[in-house]
């Protein structure tokens, strides 16, 4: 989560003043939602169960300041108590934005006690994210840096578009990444790119970032800047059809199987699977496949 290069910060600022630019034509929010800068949208329709987080603090590139992080925290704490949701995209209302890290104004006139609690709430965030029972989806559509990549890194699937810039730049300023970085970033990219990338602050694009499994696809960009989340939405939709206890507990075992030997995976893995023995849907899964129809799951 640290702070950006002089060049990093020029290109940023830049990026910001196109995104306020174009806001009113590419994202549109009610008059009341102005001022909010972590939005909630349900969808409907064929995509009720899907749940989109959008980022919307334009002037600071979505950066990390107290009231974005606690609104995001809000909101976390709040798609986790409703039972309708299916899928949840994370993605930012900012177009060609994702998150630019730390908001560096806000951290400069914190103490090292105020430094502490603010990272260590962030992590706290971060593995409230992660542990959603629900699949989570994150749509890079632009730079997403140091807090704002391991943002990323908590959600299951992450889409980027090409020309989105990604990477852990703590140590550039004599930190570390301080909300799971240096934990989760190895287990996706294998540790020795992980160190690689850490120890150098280098940046990646999103070719760069497919090539090394740090994303699970990469799109080019589009006028509107919100490729990646339209890729997200077409997954999301994906997965929306699928028995949701079926998914949920695909998603425990693997998370929590990961987390242990294979041979207590494999039991987490049996867990599991009882589960979803007794459900409802199970059933109902079996009979549309005899009858040759499409099943209807009602998360039973």
């Known amino acids: 989560m640290g702070p950006l290069t002089t060049s990093m910060r020029q ?6 003043k196109t995104a306020v630019r174009s ?41 990390f300041g107290k009231t974005l992080v606690h609104q995001l925290s809000d909101a976390i704490s709040s798609v986790r108590e409703d039972a309708k949701l299916r899928v949840l995209i994370v993605r930012s209302l900012v177009p060609k934005i994702f998150c630019a890290g730390a908001d560096l104004r806000e951290r400069a006139k914190m103490d090292n006690s105020e430094v502490s609690k603010f990272v260590s709430f962030l992590r706290t965030m971060m593995s409230n994210l992660e542990s959603l029972p629900t699949p989570v989806i994150s749509a890079i559509d ?32 004599a930190i570390i990444p301080g909300a ?33 499994g740090l994303i699970n696809q990469v799109v080019p960009q589009n006028k509107s800047g919100d490729a990646a989340y339209q890729a997200a939405l077409i997954i999301a939709r994906e997965i929306l059809p699928n ?37 409802q849907d199970r059933i109902e899964g079996l009979a549309a496949f005899a009858a040759k129809r499409t099943p209807i799951y009602q998360g039973m």
């Not at 290109?11 to 910001?16: D, E, G, R």
């Not at 020795?192 to 990338?197: C, Q, R, S």
């Open 180 to 212: 799971g970085g240096t934990q989760r970033l190895p287990r996706i990219v294998g540790v020795a790119k992980a160190k690689e990338l850490i120890y150098t602050s280098r940046l990646v694009d999103g070719e760069q970032a497919m090539e090394i």
């Open 243 to 279: 028995g949701p206890i079926g998914v949920r507990m695909a998603k425990a075992a693997i998370s929590k199987g990961l987390q242990v030997p294979i041979t207590d995976g494999l039991e987490i893995e049996k867990q599991c699977y009882r589960k979803v023995i007794d459900t």
């Open 142 to 173: 632009g730079p997403a840096l140091g807090g704002g990549l391991e943002l990323a890194l908590a959600t299951d699937i992450r889409i980027a578009a090409s020309d989105a810039k990604m990477g852990l730049v703590e140590t550039k300023w």
């Open 11 to 16: 290109t940023f600022n830049c990026l910001c």
């Open 23 to 63: 806001m009113s034509t590419n994202v549109m929010l009610n008059p009341k939602d102005d001022t909010k800068e972590v939005l909630l949208k349900y969808l409907d329709g064929k995509d009720n169960g899907i749940v989109v987080l959008g980022l919307n603090r334009p002037t600071v590139c979505n950066a």
